[in-house]
């Protein structure tokens, strides 16, 4: 088991009904795609880390440390987006001359690269609230109580279940060859990456068919039969989220007017 589903299976929210998790994270993606506001998206990004950390109980070192990986990946594509060219090297900074245009930042892609940047974290943000707080076997119970296709939900667990017996299976390797001085100078890096990498197909497809087997011995036909736990839909819960997504909208189509306001 991950560090992810092991802070979904000790999370409080773990006992609310996974639809209502799936509708209220679909909500959010929908209204920070729909509104495309900064201040939506900025809303978004400290509330959900609030009640991740506050509700759900959930490790910031860990939440942070998960929204680093994308962090990363982000800021080099709005990178990009904010580098634009014109005819002209007025508005462009640094102003860089090459192949007959100027090259540089101008205020426009500036905002256009950090809208792109907050509304992705947004994104991102709202789908680890359902992964930190909502376990793969409660999403497979709603894709079936959504009467997707079987083989659908199937291979959706299996594949997830293999991801982590690549990953796992790429660790012990890795634990492995520390233990055997493996990882010492540039050279030894690339000899033991390169044993690692080499043995690594191998020994996940022994250990996925290992795993093969093991749901054959248990009687499986094609299809996965488990007992699925009974959740309950609260209306409390339906209402909070409804008033969540509701004061993103009230907030971004009065925010201006209650400004001037106060």
Known sequence: ??????????????????????????????????????????????????????????????YLGLMAIPLVFL????????ITNSTLSTGIWPG????????????????????LLLRSLACVSAMYLLALTTPVVQLVYVLRLFKLPGVA????????????IFLQTAQDIYVAQQSRCGYRGFAGHLTSLT???????????????????ALLAR??????????EQYIVRPLHLALSGMFIASLILIHSYGGWICTLI
Not at 6 to 27: D, E, I, M
Not at 75 to 82: H, I, R
Not at 153 to 164: A, K, T
Request: hydrophobic share 55%; proline share 2%; net charge positive.
């Open 1 to 62: 088991m991950n560090s992810i589903d092991q802070a979904a299976y000790n999370s409080p929210w773990y006992l609310l009904h996974p639809a209502v998790k799936l509708g209220l994270t679909l909500a959010i993606l929908v209204v920070v795609l729909a509104l495309d506001s900064r201040t939506i998206s900025c809303l978004v990004i400290l509330a959900i880390f609030a009640l991740l950390v506050g509700k759900a109980r959930v490790s910031w070192r860990l």
């Open 96 to 115: 860089v001359y090459a192949g007959g245009m100027w090259w540089g930042v101008s205020p426009q892609s500036l905002q256009e690269a950090i809208n």
């Open 219 to 228: 009687g499986f036909k094609g299809s996965l039969q488990v007992l699925d």
């Open 75 to 82: 800021t080099v594509g709005c990178v990009s987006v904010a």
């Open 153 to 164: 939900v199937d291979l959706m667990g299996l594949i997830y279940m293999n991801i982590f």
């Open 195 to 213: 044993a690692l990498l080499s043995n690594l197909f191998i020994k996940n497809l022994q250990r996925s068919n290992a795993c093969y087997d």
